[in-house]
Every structure is written in structure tokens, then in C-alpha cells.
């Protein structure tokens, strides 16, 4: 079974601060995505990273796929109270033997103190 | 609008009592899946379609059902719900080839209390 580990599962920082969370696993992905989650609702795309190395930015958050495709991160400049909220990293096995699943890590919980 | 709605949102029943999830998807895609939420665990995939009448298990499927039989819809049957599948459900579609692809879009959840 494929496992992603996200880290820190727990983030309590000042308004200003910058952060880093991972997303780490033994397995290849075709693809890794990023989504928040407001409490209440779904998740909700942040960004899709595809290819090893690539790095994605998004006004203050950098995502970044890692050279061998089995790791990413997520670095937040300046975090904002706006931030708050669940980080879910998730892989894609892509068309894989003729399937396509998708396997999500545990979720970074941030807090954003102002 | 783009979306994809779940019903019903909450959900109380006893053990044994058959049930129904839907999911409706207006986005034409391809893509369903349902997942399932608990705490320290994350979203783990139960079961997922790649179009109409093609399923496939997930990483949890044990205790569940789903079927495919128009584009847009695709419900969650648990025949006999047991405590333990009480939990915070969701269903995800997305496209599979091109700009859409791995662009999930979530529906708003269903919380299930099995009592």
C-alpha cells in the first residue's frame, strides 16, 4: 500500500512567519496535488505538480515536486491569518495498469495567529 | 455553476439499516470517487469510477457498494453500515486527460453516525 507522510501534522505560527510543510513517501507519482480544507467543506485544489523538480507558485505559496517524483513541499511566505486552515498533499498513480488512484496524506493542521 | 453536491449532508441510522449516499457531478466528467475522512487518518479513497459502468476498489472498499450507471451520478450504498463506518464522506470528481486532469472537485461532505 502507498503511504504519504505529512509533516508537521501540527503548526501554530505568528502572522509574518514563513513555514514549510512535506509530504513524503517510498512510492512514485505520476502527479502530486495540494489542497486546503476549510472546516465544514471539501477540499479544495491548491495546485498539480507533474514532473520532477517542478516548481509552482501561487502569490505567497511555493510548491515544489521532488527530482525522483516521491516527495513534495509547501512553503508559505509571510503567512497571513488567511492561511489558516488543513493542508492535504495528495498523489496520483496516474493510468497504472489500468487504473487511476489517488492516495492523500494526513493533513498539516495551521494555524495562523495574528 | 461547476459542482459537485452529496445528499443527504448528515446522516444518524443504526447498524444494519441499508442507506444511500448520492453524488451528482454537472461537470461531465469522467473521474468519480468517494473517500472517506477520520481523524489522524486523512482522506483514504473507498471506491472510484473511471466512466459509466467501470469501478474499481480503492484502499478501504470492505462494507461498501457503488455503481455507475449514468455519467453524472454516482452513489454510495452501505448494505449493512456498522459503527465504524461512521465518518465524514466524500465525493470527488474530475476529468482524465488533458488541462482537467487531477483536478479534483470535492463535494461538500456527508457526516454519518452509525449508531
Known amino acids: 500500500t502507498q503511504l504519504l507522510e505529512q509533516s508537521p501534522q501540527f503548526l501554530s505560527i505568528q502572522e509574518g512567519e514563513n513555514l514549510t510543510v512535506y509530504c513524503n513517501s517510498s512510492s512514485v507519482f505520476s502527479s502530486l496535488q495540494w489542497y486546503r480544507q476549510e472546516p465544514g467543506e471539501g477540499p479544495v485544489l491548491l495546485v498539480t505538480v507533474v514532473t520532477g523538480g517542478e516548481v509552482k507558485k501561487l502569490k505567497r505559496l511555493t510548491f515544489q515536486f521532488g527530482d525522483a517524483r516521491k516527495d513534495s513541499s509547501l512553503h508559505i511566505t509571510a503567512a497571513q491569518t488567511g492561511d489558516t486552515g488543513l493542508y492535504l498533499c495528495?498523489?496520483?498513480?496516474?493510468?497504472?495498469?489500468?487504473?487511476?488512484?489517488?492516495?492523500f496524506g494526513t493533513g498539516t493542521r495551521l494555524k495562523v495567529l495574528a | 455553476e461547476a459542482q459537485v453536491t452529496q445528499n443527504p449532508r448528515y446522516l444518524i441510522t443504526v447498524t444494519g439499516k441499508k442507506l444511500t449516499v448520492t453524488c451528482s457531478q454537472n461537470m461531465n466528467h469522467e473521474y468519480m470517487s468517494w473517500y472517506r475522512q477520520d481523524p489522524g487518518l486523512g482522506l483514504r479513497q473507498i471506491y472510484y469510477s473511471m466512466n459509466v459502468e467501470v469501478t474499481d476498489k480503492g484502499d478501504v472498499p470492505e462494507g461498501y457498494k457503488v455503481s455507475r450507471k449514468e455519467k453524472r451520478n454516482f452513489p454510495l450504498i452501505l448494505e449493512s453500515p456498522s459503527p465504524n463506518q461512521t465518518s465524514l464522506y466524500f465525493c470527488?470528481?474530475?476529468?482524465?486527460?488533458?488541462?482537467?486532469?487531477?483536478?479534483?472537485?470535492f463535494g461538500p461532505g456527508t457526516r454519518l453516525t452509525v449508531l
Open positions: 470527488a470528481s474530475s476529468g482524465l486527460a488533458g488541462a482537467g486532469a487531477d483536478t479534483q472537485y
Open positions: 495528495a498523489g496520483s498513480s496516474g493510468w497504472k495498469a489500468g487504473t487511476y488512484k489517488y492516495i
